[in-house]
């Protein structure tokens, strides 16, 4: 299945875009994805990305919680 990476990148992590902006067009590549592919998008992200932006946003996308360190956990 087609994965998006949503992470920060730059200088983003310390100074985030808006949850508002980043869900509208993280919103339209999800749909265009699964319109292309016929499958769901599976999103990647760090914790702080997940907290930030995806959680409760996508409730049909299936997460894949990007950790180096340590078990990831979504509670």
């Given at each position: 299945?087609?994965?998006?990476?949503?992470?920060?990148?730059?200088?983003?992590?310390?100074?985030?875009?808006?949850?508002?902006?980043?869900?509208?067009?993280?919103?339209?590549?999800?749909?265009m994805l699964e319109k292309h592919y016929g499958?769901?998008?599976?999103?990647?992200?760090?914790q702080e990305v997940y907290d930030l932006y995806?959680?409760?946003?996508?409730?049909?996308?299936?997460?894949?919680?990007?950790?180096?360190?340590?078990?990831?956990?979504?509670?």
């Open positions: 299945p087609p994965v998006i990476d949503v992470e920060f990148y730059a200088n983003k992590k310390d100074n985030p875009p808006k949850r508002e902006d980043v869900t509208k067009e993280l919103s339209v590549m999800i749909e499958k769901k998008v599976i999103l990647y992200a760090t995806i959680k409760d946003a996508y409730p049909k996308c299936d997460i894949w919680i990007r950790s180096v360190l340590t078990k990831p956990s979504l509670s």
